[in-house]
């Protein structure tokens, strides 16, 4: 999860440009050129709206050019060639899920449900697996998907997770945790999260990362000395610090080796056990 720049586009030329091209015959001329008024009213609604799709309104658009946008995003003639570029973008985390994987140009608003969006760049995001995973899902009574272009509560620290101990220790239950749960968006970022991080596969990558980091937690955690560290709250520290760097380096607080840290740094009796498994190690 990670809030982005807009692209910058000038989608009201692009697509005016693209609706007198009379050599696209076979795809969207003349559809587009005389339904373009409905095209560029809805992108200014979902602008004036900040992409929040319980404010949205749907585009009712014929079939042939539902039909024909969609060929468009898939392979983009002249003047949409900028969804090429956006396609070959690659964030270094994905701002829909918050995991390092990328490679893919997807649709916040499904297509399937908003064709007139089919191709407009705000509502194409950069992302992994994840946003197919998410299928049509986009709204669900006052809770709606969170926008990486619009939604600035991206930037702030969301999502922590909660490491359980239990009698095998240190195998242990881990959990999604929610670090503002008073936020006024709370339920949108719990819907976003059900939806879009979960699906993606967090869970099984934080128990992976556990499982290594109790091996040897300075293998995990680079910023952890390999010596002795005299005091936890020494140790504490190192961990602040990598949380920090995690922070930095991926631009939000929201990436998955964040989510980590702080869940550890959060979770009762954690940074304990990690402190002293360290010490066995570096005597």
């Not at 918050?98 to 916040?108: A, P, V």
Request: glycine share 4%; net charge neutral; proline share 7%.
């Amino acid at each position: 999860m990670k809030k982005l720049p807009s692209p910058e586009v000038n989608d009201t030329q692009k697509i005016t440009a693209t609706s007198q091209n009379g050599r696209l015959n076979k795809t969207s001329y003349p559809h587009l050129h005389s339904e373009l008024q409905s095209i560029l009213n809805g992108y200014q609604n979902y602008d004036a709206n900040n992409g929040n799709a319980l404010s949205v309104a749907k585009v009712n658009i014929t079939n042939e050019l539902s039909i024909a946008l969609k060929k468009h995003y898939a392979s983009p003639p002249t003047d949409l060639k900028f969804i090429d570029d956006l396609r070959a973008s690659s964030p270094n985390v994905c701002p829909m899920c918050g995991s390092l994987k990328t490679g893919t140009l997807d649709h916040l608003f499904p297509k399937e449900d908003y064709p007139c969006f089919s191709v407009y760049s705000k509502n194409l995001v950069p992302a992994c697996d994840c946003n197919s995973k998410r299928k049509t899902n986009l709204t669900d009574g006052n809770k709606r998907i969170l926008h990486p272009y619009y939604d600035f509560l991206l930037n702030e620290r969301l999502l922590s997770c909660k490491i359980t101990q239990d009698s095998q220790f240190p195998k242990a239950k881990i959990e999604i945790a929610y670090v503002l749960p008073q936020h006024l968006e709370i339920d949108s970022i719990k819907y976003h999260t059900e939806k879009v991080v979960l699906p993606s596969g967090i869970i099984n990558w934080l128990e992976g990362e556990w499982d290594t980091t109790t091996q040897n937690p300075s293998l995990k955690i680079q910023t952890l000395p390999s010596v002795n560290i005299p005091t936890i709250t020494d140790f504490s520290e190192y961990l602040k610090d990598a949380l920090n760097r995690y922070d930095q380096s991926y631009s939000t607080p929201n990436n998955w080796f964040s989510i980590f840290i702080h869940g550890i740094l959060n979770s009762q009796g954690v940074v304990q056990f990690l402190y002293t498994k360290h010490n066995l190690i570096y005597p």
